[in-house]
């Protein structure tokens, strides 16, 4: 599927929503007179979806694999303050919301992995290069695989066919 907006994204979409629910958890009482660390969490969350979104903007595959991985260090870094916060008295009755967030995050980070990974083995450089040229080539190669895999379904069907005339 090729998406159009960064809005569109399901790994952008989970970003905001850990975003969403860190603020959730920083406005709780265990966080007044801890400032500090309550906005490290919320500027670490935040970073996620932004980076994911900037980097979806800039236009080259290079750049976006830049921010992808500035996005999955973000969620590392929200991950590991609530590792912090798991271990501090103060928080131990957040213990399964704060557990429920360290999951969403591992489940971004492993997201951006992923696309981190496809994108690494794609031969395209991103939007800023696309000239209709290139793009004739890329859907020409598309269109060749496409040939190809229905040209190989169809030699099965036909030894299929001739295998079961043969018992008959």
Same mark, same amino acid.
């Given at each position: %599927?090729?998406?159009?907006?960064?809005?569109d @994204?399901?790994?952008?979409?989970?970003?905001? $929503?850990?975003a969403?629910?860190i603020?959730?958890?920083?406005?709780?009482n265990?966080?007044?007179?801890?400032?500090? /660390?309550?906005?490290?969490v919320?500027?670490?969350?935040?970073?996620?979806?932004?980076?994911i979104?900037?980097g979806f903007?800039?236009?080259?595959?290079?750049?976006? /694999?830049?921010?992808i991985?500035?996005?999955?260090?973000?969620a590392g870094?929200?991950r590991? %303050? @609530?590792?912090?916060l798991?271990? @501090? $008295?103060?928080?131990?009755?957040?213990?399964?919301?704060?557990?429920?967030?360290?999951s969403?995050?591992?489940?971004?980070s492993?997201?951006?992995?992923?696309?981190a990974?496809?994108?690494?083995?794609?031969?395209?450089?991103?939007?800023?290069?696309?000239?209709?040229?290139?793009?004739?080539?890329? $859907?020409?190669?598309?269109?060749?695989?496409?040939?190809?895999?229905?040209?190989?379904r169809?030699?099965?069907?036909?030894?299929a066919?001739?295998?079961?005339?043969?018992?008959?």
């Amino acid at each position: %599927m090729k998406y159009e907006r960064f809005e569109d @994204l399901p790994v952008w979409k989970a970003a905001i $929503d850990l975003a969403e629910k860190i603020y959730a958890l920083t406005s709780q009482n265990q966080f007044k007179g801890n400032g500090s /660390l309550r906005d490290q969490v919320e500027r670490a969350a935040v970073s996620v979806s932004n980076n994911i979104a900037e980097g979806f903007e800039r236009g080259t595959t290079q750049e976006l /694999l830049t921010f992808i991985y500035i996005a999955r260090g973000s969620a590392g870094e929200v991950r590991s %303050m @609530l590792c912090l916060l798991e271990r @501090l $008295d103060r928080f131990q009755d957040l213990k399964s919301e704060i557990s429920n967030l360290k999951s969403l995050a591992l489940s971004i980070s492993r997201q951006l992995r992923g696309w981190a990974a496809s994108l690494q083995n794609s031969e395209i450089k991103g939007q800023r290069y696309l000239t209709q040229q290139t793009r004739r080539v890329s $859907d020409a190669a598309r269109e060749r695989v496409e040939f190809l895999e229905e040209l190989r379904r169809m030699q099965e069907d036909r030894i299929a066919r001739l295998q079961v005339e043969g018992r008959n």
